[in-house]
């Protein structure tokens, strides 16, 4: 990544410690865990209208400009790992099949790109297309990687989000890469 934009980058964490992500470093943090172990961080510019929790269900409507970085875990639940990561992996749509006696909830959208990569997939939901990225759907692009673990012993399933103008697509590939690097 280019220096200057590496210079303006920070690494924030919950208080605990469960979570670290890289954002822009004068963006605000704010973190939320449930008694199961699932939840993450979300950071985002100050000001912004954010929801308190960000779960999977979050999408902007079209004409949103938000921008935001999203990190999440499912915690211990295999059943809650592979719920989520369903979409994404074969793998995940069958242990829910076989969990919850039922597919996927949601469909990926047709145009949201999807590369696998071992126990990874990045994928994009392109400008206006509320896929699996959290938040996704308004007039940034949503860069994602949703990470599948479930014989780890910890939480089976991460995802991260980072939702920026196209031109600032690097910041998204540093704060994806060292999520990586962290849970993957």
């Known amino acids: 990544m280019p220096?200057?934009?590496?210079a303006g980058?920070?690494?924030?964490?919950?208080?605990?410690?469960f979570m670290?992500?890289?954002?822009?470093?004068?963006?605000?943090?704010?973190?939320?865990?449930?008694?199961d172990g699932s939840g993450g961080l979300l950071i985002s510019p100050g000001g912004e209208s954010v929801p308190s929790d960000p779960d999977p269900g979050w999408h902007l409507s079209t004409s949103s400009s938000e921008e935001a970085i999203v990190g999440y875990e499912t915690g211990a639940s295999p059943v809650q790992g592979a719920a989520l990561?369903?979409?994404?992996?074969?793998?995940?749509?069958?242990?829910t099949r076989q969990d919850?006696?039922?597919?996927?909830?949601?469909?990926?959208?047709s145009q949201e790109s999807t590369t696998p990569s071992g126990s990874n997939v990045v994928f994009?939901?392109?400008?206006?297309?509320?896929?699996?990225?959290?938040?996704?759907?308004?007039?940034?692009?949503a860069n994602g990687v949703m990470l599948y673990l479930p014989a780890q012993g910890r939480s089976s399933?991460?995802?991260?989000?980072?939702t920026l103008p196209e031109a600032q697509h690097d910041v998204c590939t540093a704060v994806l890469d060292h999520f990586v690097a962290q849970y993957g």
């Open 124 to 141: 994009e939901d392109p400008v206006g297309v509320a896929g699996d990225g959290i938040p996704s759907g308004g007039l940034n692009p």
């Open 157 to 162: 399933a991460y995802l991260a989000t980072c």
């Open 85 to 95: 990561a369903c979409p994404l992996f074969p793998s995940a749509a069958t242990a």
């Open 20 to 35: 670290m992500l890289v954002g822009p470093a004068t963006w605000t943090c704010h973190g939320l865990y449930g008694a």
């Open 100 to 109: 919850l006696g039922e597919g996927c909830a949601v469909a990926p959208p």
């Open 9 to 17: 980058l920070a690494v924030f964490s919950d208080d605990a410690g």
């Open 3 to 6: 220096a200057g934009d590496a």
